[in-house]
């Protein structure tokens, strides 16, 4: 029986002889209408540019049914539902094919150039080209990434750095600090995960930071003290955040969002990248409950950002994907069915529950005391056996695999897709991606905004006199950095 009667937000473009009439709108059930946040400034002063990584369409549609209140005769819209105005493509340069890769996609996002996939801000050709961030740090602004991945990983890194191969880290964790932009480090606020990265044996760029008067902070607590227009550089994991569902903190991207937002404020306008990193790694891992999870937290970010828009209608937000991952639907196997009910009361993620299942007397009451749902006589006989196979990747996956079964989750791979993303924005400007776009007019319009930017004619000025600063690319590839991303696309 087909239950919703959800209509969603629907973006209209009327074209009438030489007249295009484009818009949104929001049509509630009842018939009601909320417009998005629009603003008078044409032009804004703050750009917040959010990836969400791996996040195609079918994520956004099971995240509504996820947080569907099943008591009531329609499907209940989301956050995400009304700021929706457009779609993007994503295939990378042609010499990859049509699917990208994150780093590929992260460049043509950040600087408007289609590139190859692996590549981290250089062209085909392997030459650095400017992102919408550095621009923004060439005209005075100050900026700032908020991610829940090692902030070297693709999307971050792109928007900062210049190198042949993402598999770089520790390259790319030096080109944090090296490279400079007018005299100046590329970003003033840096939230994520990485110390691996940062404290190393042949290199120490934590301590060169806080050197240069950067507050240092490994704890979610500690970044809260932190004075409000610090250079900040956060580091609170070895390589990436803990999953939402095992981190102290489920919804710390909202979290690193507010925080890096307190210390980018000022009266010449900032740019911040915001990744939730961890969606495309739960799309990789196949696992739902991770998926749905990360995208609660990323959901509560954007409420956030969308209150803060209100209270700064100068600013813009954009959200898009920059892939999909997993080729995620929702129902499987032939059945009209999805139970996302059944991941509402998760006390940890299926990765933490693999792992202790073994140590634990009563494998079925732990199992299903994380899981938060009641198992019958054979599922709890299933995996008590389960916790003899020493394998705990092999518990994982059996683990995911039940729930997937139980929910009506279906999976085409465990890696992207090259389906087209969908597109978020509100606030000053927000109509400039309105529609049907490719990923590279996303960094395109931000780079018109920036030239229309108050800051630009400082910049312009720089330029004339020669002291415009340039960047290097590092072409070296570490091979003690490089690793198997068929088999862990965290890279650790």
């Not at 460049?107 to 408007?112: C, Q």
């Not at 971050?156 to 790319?172: D, Q, T």
């Not at 507050?215 to 900040?232: F, I, T």
């Not at 080729?327 to 933490?352: D, I, R």
Request: net charge negative; charged share 20%; glycine share 8%.
């Amino acid at each position: 029986m087909f239950r919703s009667k959800f209509i969603k937000r629907g973006c209209y473009v009327l074209v009438l002889g030489a007249l295009t009439v484009q818009g949104c709108m929001n049509t509630a059930t009842q018939g009601t209408q909320t417009k998005i946040q629009t603003s008078t400034a044409s032009v804004p002063k703050n750009i917040i540019m959010v990836v969400a990584d791996g996040m195609g369409p079918a994520y956004t549609t099971a995240y509504r049914n996820y947080k569907d209140d099943p008591t009531t005769p329609q499907v209940d819209p989301v956050i995400f539902d009304d700021m929706l105005v457009g779609n993007a493509s994503t295939y990378p340069a042609a010499v990859s094919g049509y699917v990208t890769d994150s780093a590929a996609a992260a460049t043509a996002l950040a600087s408007g150039i289609k590139s190859y996939n692996g590549a981290i801000g250089v062209d085909v050709n392997k030459q650095p080209v400017t992102s919408v961030l550095q621009q923004a740090k060439k005209q005075g602004m100050r900026t700032g990434i908020a991610v829940t991945s090692q902030i070297v990983h693709a999307t971050p890194a792109a928007y900062i750095a210049h190198n042949e191969s993402r598999k770089n880290y520790n390259a790319l964790a030096d080109s944090f600090f090296d490279l400079r932009i007018n005299g100046n480090f590329v970003a003033d606020v840096m939230l994520g995960g990485g110390t691996d990265y940062f404290e190393r044996e042949d290199r120490d760029l934590v301590a060169s930071f806080i050197d240069n008067n950067y507050e240092y902070v490994d704890s979610y607590n500690r970044l809260a003290a932190v004075p409000a227009g610090s250079n900040v550089l956060g580091l609170f994991a070895p390589v990436g955040l803990p999953p939402a569902l095992d981190d102290k903190r489920r919804h710390r991207l909202s979290y690193l969002t507010e925080q890096a937002i307190k210390h980018l404020e000022n009266d010449r306008g900032f740019f911040l990248l915001v990744e939730a990193s961890q969606v495309d790694w739960a799309g990789h891992a196949n696992d739902i409950a991770s998926a749905m999870a990360e995208m609660d937290d990323l959901a509560v970010t954007m409420r956030y950002l969308k209150r803060y828009v209100d209270a700064h209608p100068d600013t813009l937000v954009v959200l898009t994907a920059d892939h999909s991952t997993g080729g995620l639907s929702v129902g499987a196997n032939g059945q009209y069915a999805w139970k996302p009910e059944l991941l509402h009361n998760m006390k940890g993620s299926v990765e933490s529950i693999a792992r202790a299942m073994a140590s634990q007397d009563d494998v079925a009451l732990f199992v299903e005391s994380q899981l938060g749902f009641s198992l019958d006589a054979e599922d709890k006989k299933q995996l008590t056996a389960l916790a003899d196979v020493a394998d705990e990747m092999e518990r994982w996956k059996v683990i995911k695999g039940f729930l997937d079964e139980k929910t009506h989750t279906g999976w085409t791979t465990g890696g992207h897709t090259g389906v087209d993303v969908e597109v978020f924005a509100f606030g000053a400007g927000y109509t400039a991606f309105v529609g049907q776009l490719d990923n590279t007019d996303i960094a395109r319009n931000m780079f018109r905004y920036l030239s229309q930017h108050p800051t630009r004619a400082e910049f312009k000025n720089s330029v004339s006199s020669g002291t415009a600063p340039s960047a290097t690319v590092d072409t070296n590839v570490e091979k003690q950095d490089s690793c198997d991303f068929k088999s862990d696309w965290r890279c650790q």
